[in-house]
């Protein structure tokens, strides 16, 4: 399999995350974000978004969109699950409660603060520190929406004993958090989520800094 990405973007790293838990090596191929690579003409061809990740299967199939990449692997490859199985309902309460969290970052936190997005800002044109606030403050909202979230769940992870797609969204957005400038101490759940999450080889693995295109 090949996956399509960048060092820095939450989307794949979300990904990396998820092929680290189950075990799977893939390639990796880097197009650059701030250069335009996602722009190229044979990468619109197989991802007609202009976005990252996309993922190239064995059999031949891309792949596009974090969340639905994530749930792929997910069911070719069931063990560790990142989403609760079974047919009752607490399980399908759980299944809900996870992929609402996952979607409040991937849909409405994540989008509003994208390269995208920026550039068009700073094309109004609007000053970098405009910009940057602007990212800053959809972040901080958002996850501050996400603490609340998790007000009535165990830990150590969002939802209990084990990573789910929840902490593969959480873990990276928190990443980009820094980036801008957020006050993480509002968020202290959050922070011992992602305190659980850190030292497992999984997620270490995946963070910007180590992957082949870091800068
Ligand atoms: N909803 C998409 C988001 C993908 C996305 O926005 N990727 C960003 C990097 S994190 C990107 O490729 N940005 C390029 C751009 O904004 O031009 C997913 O979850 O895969």
Not at 71 to 77: P, V
Not at 164 to 184: E, I, K, S
Not at 194 to 209: D, K, N, T, W
Request: charged share 20%.
């Amino acid at each position: 399999m090949r996956l399509h990405g960048y060092f820095r973007s939450s989307a794949a790293w979300r990904v990396r995350i998820a092929l680290n838990l189950k075990g799977l090596k893939v390639e990796h191929v880097a197009h650059h974000l701030r250069h335009g690579g996602q722009r190229a003409p044979d990468y619109l061809k197989l991802q007609p978004q202009g976005l990252v990740p996309a993922l190239e299967t064995d059999h031949g199939t891309v792949l596009v969109q974090s969340l639905a990449i994530c749930e792929w692997l997910d069911e070719g490859w069931p063990e560790p699950s990142l989403l609760p199985r079974g047919p009752g309902a607490a399980e399908r309460d759980l299944r809900a409660r996870i992929r609402g969290f996952a979607q409040a970052i991937a849909c409405d936190i994540h989008p509003v603060q994208n390269l995208k997005v920026l550039s068009r800002l700073r094309a109004v044109p609007l000053p970098e520190d405009v910009v940057s606030a602007w990212a800053r403050d959809v972040i901080q909202e958002g996850l501050t929406a996400c603490e609340a979230l998790l007000g009535g769940e165990e830990g150590p992870f969002c939802f209990g004993a084990t990573p789910t797609l929840a902490d593969l969204c959480l873990v990276p957005q928190l990443g980009n958090a820094r980036r801008f400038g957020c006050d993480l101490t509002v968020v202290p759940r959050l922070m011992a989520v992602e305190a659980a999450c850190s030292p497992l080889p999984a997620f270490a693995e995946a963070v910007p800094s180590r992957q082949s295109d870091a800068e």
